[in-house]
Nanobody
Framework: EVLVVESGGGLVQAGGSLRLSCAAS????????IGWFRQAPGKEREAVSC????????YYADSVKGRFTISTNNAKNTVYLQMNSLKPEDTAVYYC?????????????WGLGTQVTVSS
């Protein structure tokens, strides 16, 4: 069974940093594309950053380019999202998903999410 579990969310002041973790089980992270998505209250779920299978390529939403970095740790079978220079508009529930349709919030196996709150 393909499972992903997010952790690392929390409350941080604007300008601060957080690192989210996506621990995978039932598969290895280089077998599937892995993506980070977020959903703010009243808004649709959107892609934040994705890394393709076999780590071929990465994608970042324009709103996070230069601030967020996606990376993997094969030994821990975990994908990370390092978030720097956080802004209040980054506040959302962040989800990790494996095997979605490209870097879109469609299909795949999803975690339950982790809350990120950025105060101004």
């Amino acid at each position: 069974e393909v499972l992903v579990v997010e952790s690392g969310g929390g409350l941080v002041q604007a300008g601060g940093s957080l690192r989210l973790s996506c621990a995978a089980s039932g598969f290895t992270v280089d077998d599937y594309g892995i993506g980070w998505f977020r959903q703010a209250p009243g808004k649709e779920r959107e892609a934040v950053s994705c890394i393709s299978n076999n780590f071929g390529s990465t994608y970042y939403a324009d709103s996070v380019k230069g601030r967020f970095t996606i990376s993997t740790n094969n030994a821990k079978n975990t994908v990370y999202l390092q978030m720097n220079s956080l802004k209040p508009e980054d506040t959302a529930v962040y989800y990790c998903a494996a095997g979605t349709l490209g870097c879109s919030p469609k299909g795949g196996s999803w975690g339950l999410g982790t809350q990120v709150t950025v105060s101004s």
